[in-house]
């Protein structure tokens, strides 16, 4: 059974500070995703990785990739008050089936 | 474009009640489709997962069922509800063999059971 384990599950930081959320996956796969969510909102996809060494940057946050390893990263930098939410990341074993399995979450909060 | 409709928003039903989610996917044909339970402040638990009309694949033993009547339409029922089916249900499609694309979501359906 594939399992999903993020760290840290809460995470309380500073604006301006960096920190990284770490994913780690239990099962042989290539295609990691990640996930921000809104309180009371839907998901809202931010990440697509799909190889290892994979790297993907979106403003503040960037997302990595190492299949070797089995787990994605989803580094922070100089966090404002608007990243606060929780992400989630959500792994396709590479046989068998298409079932998106997530991880446990991480609830950020940014502190003024 | 595609899109995902799901409804309703937001239900309140008594224990022992019947339930029906509806979930329906616009502009694709022969989408993956899952239904996802989260418990308030929790993580998204797999419920069900359908590669086509008919098959279903159950995750978590429980009084829920899941059905695909139509290619993109997928429904989450319960005869009886219980308190412990409260929380925040989610639908959500994806391209099959597409791993180049993520799974896109509904807006949820909040359920209260009391």
């Known amino acids: 059974e594939l399992k999903v384990e993020q760290n840290p599950l809460f995470l309380s930081m500073q604006e301006g500070k960096n920190y990284t959320i770490y994913c780690n996956y239990s099962?042989?796969?290539?295609?990691l995703y990640w996930y921000r969510q809104d309180p009371g909102k839907s998901l809202e996809s931010l990440f697509v990785?799909?190889?290892?060494?994979a790297v993907k940057q979106e403003g503040r946050l960037m997302a990595s990739l190492d299949t070797k390893a089995r787990l994605s990263t989803l580094h922070i930098t100089a966090a404002v008050h608007d990243l606060s939410a929780t992400y989630f990341c959500?792994?396709?074993?590479?046989?068998?089936?298409?079932?998106?399995?997530f991880g446990t979450g991480t609830r950020l909060t940014i502190i003024p | 474009s595609q899109t995902i409709h799901q409804w309703p928003a937001t239900l309140v039903q008594p224990v022992g009640s019947p339930l029906s989610l509806e979930c329906t996917v616009e502009?694709?044909?022969?989408?993956?489709l899952y239904w996802y339970r989260q418990a308030a402040g929790r993580g998204l638990q797999l419920l069900f997962y359908?590669?086509?009309?008919?098959?279903i694949s159950s995750e978590v033993p429980q009084n829920l069922s899941a059905s695909r009547p139509q290619d993109r339409q997928f429904i989450l029922s319960s005869k009886k509800l219980l308190l412990s089916d409260s929380g925040f249900y989610l639908c959500?499609?994806?391209?099959?063999?597409?791993?180049?694309?993520?799974?896109?979501f509904g807006q949820g359906t909040r359920l209260t059971v009391v």
């Open positions: 959500a499609w994806s391209l099959p063999g597409q791993a180049n694309t993520e799974a896109f």
């Open positions: 099962t042989t796969s290539d295609r």
């Open positions: 990785l799909l190889s290892n060494g």
């Open positions: 959500a792994v396709v074993p590479n046989f068998g089936n298409e079932k998106l399995t």
């Open positions: 502009g694709t044909s022969n989408p993956n």
């Open positions: 359908s590669v086509g009309i008919g098959q």
